[in-house]
């Protein structure tokens, strides 16, 4: 696969060329699907280096378990309390008002 910066100038070649218009349908539909597949694989691309970026950052851990993102606890165990409910009348104090 050819590096990122590469397919990323190809992507803004693609996107410049169906933004200047004036092309036929089946030109149009050909760059757009070109545009995708390209927008597809930088995207791959990031993720992938995203990925081994966070790796790198994390401390060894053995055996213990990871949290879910989805836990709502710290890891000093803390519960995060829930929020109040969008229609408690509580959550609006008049004296936080500008007016």
Known sequence: MPPFE?????????VTRLEQ?????????????????????CQQLL?????RITQVGQP?????????????SDDDGWEIPPGPE???PS????DDLPF
């Open 86 to 88: 969008p229609d408690d």
């Open 6 to 14: 590469e397919l990323y100038r190809q992507l803004e070649a693609t």
């Open 21 to 41: 218009g004036e092309l036929s349908l089946t030109e149009s539909e050909r760059l757009y699907v070109q545009g995708v597949e390209l927008a597809r694989r």
């Open 60 to 72: 060894e851990t053995g055996n213990r378990r990871q949290p879910d993102v989805d836990d709502d």
């Open 47 to 51: 993720s992938e280096t995203e990925l």
């Open 91 to 94: 959550i609006f104090d008049d």
